[in-house]
RNA sequence: CGGGGCGUAGCGCAGCCUGGUAGCGCGUCUGCUUUGGGAGCAGAAGGUCGUCGGUUCGAAUCCGGCCGCCCCGACCA
């Protein structure tokens, strides 16, 4: 491609409202467009990112055998009705009506549809497993996008859905697919981890998220050697806290006067804070209030606590505090008449806790002794906990892929079933698997720009090779660049060259913003040395020169040493 | 949903407080010069000041409604 002919409105500023790197620097190079809150369009470099990840991504399907189709996004309310999705999933969900006021909805994701399908054309043992995916645009009415594509409210995502006939079947399905989940996101040249994730509203029994470490990344990730978890998910082991015993007595008041946070307390009486057992009174429909309870120095997980509960939970209001149990900043479970639920961290010892009368704290208290409780795991790991021995860090990362062990919550409500070997009726065991090409393009900006710009990974790069013409049209170096940049494509790579008529300074600047791995310049010096030189995006670092005469093979060992 | 901010030329911004000819930089167009790090000179085009209403002789500027966009939090397959 001539970039003379090429649409890439380069900006030498960012928009005033991006944030993000990737944002910036996509829009500056050039690669997408706003069109509205959380609408983007694709102009033609950043397309090309695009459909290079999903022909990755493909590649890696078609490997496992899985097999493409395409589905509506504009469904009819009925299947989502039955799942049970058309209600619980709420605003998130675009639903419309058609001229007839039929009710319609805009896909968010596509389990509905494959299991309808599905359901209507299975029906022997003898047709399963098999794997369905596709390349199709979700719509989510999303509270806040944000960031570019990093967040968007429509997006293309390839979406997959395995059939098995039984449990068993779906684990060799899932491993399959996550195999190829693991090869796409190397082969896409990004840092990654799967890790351990909560199955949200999809439902199911067991699910990975794939994160991509960046800045800007809106999840956080527990890391340790050999341990790599969703921090809504993460169990470690916590900081210990030096505690004197319990008061062999029992417990004894304390003078708080005003001091109702583990701040506070801790220092007025020259406790750690993990010495503390922090009240959080929360209230659920199965069960009204609860007494939630932490040490001191750590916080309340929600995903978890709701886990441990077994349903959704609110905190309970100030007045609901007052009435069942004392003054909120002085409550405590010892003595209190309500069902404690004790994280796993509150080991033995003496510990301080509100003493449900005002200005009043309980010193020496031990649980069990002075208090009955049920435990969980309800606490949010942090930084420098330990999973076997091991500190972990939490980083913050992108979720660019996710897959579910979904078995039978969509083939139930939509009737997918098959006939075994004895003519019974059973349920399919279904798996969904999701990426977003969009969102492993921004991580990839994330995780490979500097001051200049884009650093594309080689696989995903707009075009592999930039080559550079200096001097004025029609001059000897320009005529030899044209020369190398059909050289460079008879190698069997994709190039960009630039036969604008500008000036050096622009051109450089411009090919370092929108970031193809090997630059090759020709200009007036080189053309002497009877080469181009070659620079290679990442560190900008210098590469042997190419001569000019038979620059095929030259090229294409430049390309192959890169990093 | 709570909090904060912003809408003036393609992009980035000033002007608003204190009402009176709509500006700056970059970009764009034409011509000449220049061609190894975002060039120089000369000329030119381009704006219903988000929108609707109010106040006023007069509104980008003051007041009100609405719309849009961004950030933080909540939320989120």
Known sequence: MRLSQLLLPTEREPPADAEALSHKLMVRAGLIRQMGAGLWSWLPAGWRTHERIVAIVRAEMERVGAQEVLMPVLQPADPWRRTGRYDSVGAELFRLSDRRQADLVLAMTHEEAMTFHVAQVVRSYRELPFVLYQFQTKERDEPRPRAGVLRTREFVMKDAYSFDRDREGLERSYAAQRDAYDAIFDRCGLRWYRVESDVGMMGGFGAHEYMAPCPAGEDEVALAPGYAANVEVASAQPRPVDLPGPLPDGPALVDTPGHTTVEEVSRALGVPPGGLIKAYPVVTEGRGLVMVCLRGDHRVNDVKLTHALGETFRPAHEHEIADRLGPPGFIGPAGANVPVLLD???????????????????????????????????????????????????????????????????????????????????????????????????????????????????????????????????????????????????????????????????KFADAELLGCPLRLTVGKRSLEAGAAEAQARRGLADLEPVPLEGAEEAVRARWDALP
């Not at 003496?350 to 649980?367: F, I, M, T």
């Not at 696989?459 to 044209?482: H, Q």
Request: proline fraction near 7%.
């Open 344 to 506: 796993e961290a509150v080991g033995d010892g003496g510990y301080v806790c509100g003493a449900n009368q005002p200005d009043r704290h309980l010193r020496g208290v031990e649980p069990g002794r002075d208090f009955p409780f049920s435990r969980g795991d309800l606490r949010r790991v942090d930084a420098g906990d330990t999973v076997d021995g091991h500190p972990i860090t939490i980083e913050p990362c992108i979720e660019v892929g996710q897959i579910f062990k979904l078995g039978t919550r969509y083939s139930d409500p939509l009737g997918a079933t098959y006939l075994d070997e004895a003519g019974r009726e059973q349920a399919i065991w279904m798996g969904s698997y999701g990426i977003g090409p969009a969102r492993i393009a921004a991580a990839a900006v994330e995780q490979h720009a500097d001051e200049q710009g884009i650093a594309w990974p080689r696989a995903i790069a707009p075009y592999d090779v930039e080559v550079i013409g200096l001097g004025r049209p029609g001059s000897r170096e320009r005529e030899a660049a044209e020369r190398l940049y059909h050289q460079v494509r008879a190698a069997g790579l994709t190039a960009l060259l630039d036969d604008r008529d500008a000036g050096p300074g622009e």
